[in-house]
């Protein structure tokens, strides 16, 4: 029994707050012929004051509840924050006349976008940090005096003066148009609601862009909009109907076709227009097949297709624009059952495959036989046949990692942009040589353009990342990675972890003997 005082007080320990119950109400919703109750359908209405009177008693209870730990908490964070660099810069990338690259500043909760001249006609040159730098878009001047403040999608139009964005300043996924003259850096009056994906055409007139249902919040129309005219006259040029399907646009990476895909999570087909005719119909590569999915690339009027049309693992085919339906695939790549083909990135001269080998992504450059570095610009190279060289593999420096393409827009480009990430090491960005003379390093080695530094102390070469394989059942085996302070020569036993780079101090206790 709890103890009284003189006066006859309770000194009970005081209850636990309890959580908030939100009160049910049945909601019939049928589909498909079947009919489903919703007891909480009445919370879908976000300016109801009972919904936000309860979502403000979660959030009372959740602030009690986790109380004890506030100095723990604080302490995490710091932790956290000691070990990223606030103050920082993304690679330059070229696209078109400029470098464009993403930078923060501490005590900044947004990025900020940013761009500089390139100084030189070459796609290939490199990157003049004395040119004077243009900031396009200034995420936190747009959140000031809002709540929230998302960036979806961004487009710069190929002439480069303009600038198509979307913004969510709600944190309900609901995006909005704005196009940014980059000239004057006023936002124009063309405005679209819903926005998902987004394409310029080559006239930088003409936008394509992509709308969410507004119940669904599926994207399923694609609308052409042309400069000045106001949204509501914006041509719709497809509507997807079957439930199951989101579409978006983009374009090919030399700049020729404009890109409608309809997916579903195992589905999907392709659709595409020359960018220089706008106003033109859409045609399909080849109609959905249940199960089978497609992903074209496009190079001198043949599109490089990656599909699972004849196993799970992905080949290559290719087909002329002019028929690209199924009939007319021809295969380049055969499947490979053992170790799936995972991306395909295309370029004027070579490319490059992803493939996953024991859980690993591994990345191999194939230059073309038939490529315009070997042949006159005269003879060209559209009348031949594709095909590739040997493969070559990227070599990485330690036993488990990732890597993947990084930012690559130049179509004739003659160096492969990716990145690179262990346990150990910190993310980095690496430029493969594949054919230029004059680049900093060979030809077929790959150069550090930036490693994320990690203050705080962090030393890489004070750890080791492993990886040991072990029998499963089945007659299978597991590979997983090890991250671990080097212990150099002493035995020890170390706990799964992988958080090497964020929290070292965490994997130092977490060694034991």
Excluded at 14 to 33: D, F, W, Y
Excluded at 141 to 152: H, N, R, V
Excluded at 373 to 396: C, D, M, N, R, V
Excluded at 495 to 502: D, H, I, M, P
């Amino acid at each position: 029994m709890p103890s009284t005082t003189p006066a006859g007080e309770s000194t009970a320990s005081p209850q636990p707050i309890q959580p908030p119950v939100a009160r049910r109400e049945p909601t019939p919703t049928t589909l498909h012929g079947i009919t489903l109750q919703d007891d909480y359908r009445w919370m879908r209405d976000k300016e109801s004051p009972e919904v936000l009177a309860y979502l403000n008693a979660e959030n009372a209870w959740t602030e009690a509840a986790m109380a004890p730990t506030a100095a723990l908490q604080k302490q995490l964070y710091d932790e956290m924050l000691s070990h990223i660099k606030e103050t920082d810069e993304s690679v330059p990338y070229r696209m078109g006349k400029w470098f464009y690259s993403t930078r923060t500043v501490e005590g900044s909760q947004y990025a900020i976008h940013c761009r500089r001249a390139a100084g030189n006609a070459d796609l290939n040159s490199p990157f003049d940090p004395a040119q004077p730098e243009q900031i396009i878009l200034d995420v936190n001047q747009l959140a000031e005096g809002k709540p929230f403040m998302s960036l979806g999608s961004m487009a710069i139009s190929p002439d480069g003066n303009l600038l198509a964005y979307t913004t969510d300043p709600t944190g309900f996924r609901q995006y909005t148009l704005h196009i940014r003259d980059l000239r004057t850096m006023a936002d124009l009056p063309d405005t679209a609601a819903r926005v998902g994906s987004l394409a310029w055409a080559a006239d930088s007139r003409t936008l394509f862009y992509s709308t969410e249902d507004e119940t669904t919040k599926r994207q399923d129309r694609i609308f052409r909009h042309t400069l000045g005219a106001s949204a509501s006259t914006d041509a719709l040029v497809m509507h997807e109907e079957d439930e199951r399907f989101n579409i978006g646009i983009g374009r090919t990476r030399d700049g020729r076709y404009l890109m409608i895909e309809a997916g579903s999570h195992t589905t999907n087909e392709y659709r595409f227009l020359s960018t220089d005719t706008p106003t033109g119909e859409f045609r399909l590569i080849a109609p959905r097949v249940d199960d089978q999915e497609y992903y074209p690339s496009h190079r001198d009027g043949i599109f490089f297709i990656r599909t699972n049309d004849v196993g799970k693992n992905f080949r290559v085919v290719t087909a002329p624009v002019a028929s690209p339906d199924r009939a007319s695939w021809t295969e380049l790549i055969a499947l490979d059952p053992a170790h799936p083909l995972e991306d395909l990135d295309l370029f004027q001269n070579f490319a490059v495959t992803t493939r996953l080998k024991l859980g690993l992504s591994t990345l191999e450059v194939l230059r073309f036989v038939n490529s315009l570095s070997s042949l006159s610009k005269a003879e060209g190279s559209a009348s031949l046949p594709p095909a590739f060289q040997t493969p070559i593999e990227i070599t990485f420096p330690e036993p488990a990692y990732t890597a993947s393409s990084h930012v690559n827009r130049i179509f004739n480009a003659d160096t492969w942009r990716y990145s690179y990430q262990s346990l150990v090491s910190p993310a980095s960005v690496y430029a493969y040589n594949v054919s230029r003379a004059d680049f900093d390093v060979p030809i077929g080695e790959s150069k550090l353009l930036k490693q994320q530094e990690v203050p705080g102390g962090f030393d890489p070469s004070l750890y080791a990342s492993e990886r040991i394989w072990i029998d499963a059942p089945l007659g299978d085996a597991a590979g997983p990675h090890l991250c671990r302070p080097d212990a150099h020569g002493r035995e020890e036993t170390v706990r799964l972890e992988a958080a090497c780079l964020r929290f070292p101090g965490r994997v130092d206790l977490a060694t034991f003997r």
